[in-house]
């Protein structure tokens, strides 16, 4: 058993999903009766956090569940719309090659990240959680440090959101936060205590120097 592990987000980490989150959360706002996102008005979202966005948005907190289920199923309507980021396989390989084990935990379906990444890729992954809640990553990491019996020194976890940044420190583990994902990258710095990693091909370098020898 490999003695760390680098665990993933997917969507605006490996897979570039914005657009397909877009028209799918203006198509569930409209059956669920909040507010919707212009395309041209992306910007101020993009900095917001988790509960900032619900509160922008006009999401009550009992409507989280239902929303979400929407939401996935929508955006595995619209799954043709969504690629991986270019050097997402090659990175990922070259972090097993490190002899880091790969973890995913994400909100959206194991269909969606089936049809994107395909077979191969997906199966560089020792554990793949999808589904997770808004707010509820940091119990799907607690459930990935008890099923790999390793300590939270001894894993990083990989994403775009602030969510993802308070997860992880919720639970005691190193975090790297993306450049390139759904949180503009000058409001997400100041949740990151690492630089963020700008490129995809620098990903396996900047894990290898957060995880210990």
């Known amino acids: 058993m490999s003695q760390h592990l680098a665990v993933f987000d997917f969507d605006g980490t490996l897979a570039d999903s914005f657009d397909a989150f877009l028209v799918s959360l203006n198509e569930v706002a409209k059956r669920h009766g909040f507010r919707g996102i212009a395309p041209d008005a992306t910007e101020e979202p993009r900095k917001m956090s988790g509960r900032q966005l619900m509160d922008y948005l006009g999401i009550p907190f009992w409507k989280v569940p239902a929303i979400a289920v929407d939401m996935r199923q929508r955006v595995l309507a619209h799954i043709d719309m969504v690629r991986p980021y270019p050097g997402t396989a090659e ?115 900047a894990i290898a120097e957060v995880l210990p020898v």
């Open 91 to 205: 990175a990922l390989r070259a972090i097993a090659g490190q002899g880091t084990a790969l973890a995913l935990v994400t909100s959206n379906s194991r269909e969606a990240v089936h049809a994107v990444l395909g077979a191969e890729t997906l199966a560089l992954f020792a554990q793949v959680h999808c589904g997770a809640s808004l707010f509820g990553k940091r119990f799907k990491l607690q459930e990935l440090l008890w099923s790999s019996r390793l300590k939270p020194q001894q894993v990083v976890y990989v994403g775009d959101e602030i969510r993802d940044a308070e997860a992880a420190a919720a639970v005691g583990m190193a975090f790297l936060g993306v450049a390139w994902g759904f949180t503009r990258a000058a409001e997400f710095q100041k949740y990151c205590r690492h630089p963020l990693v700008e490129r995809m091909e620098d990903l396996p370098a």
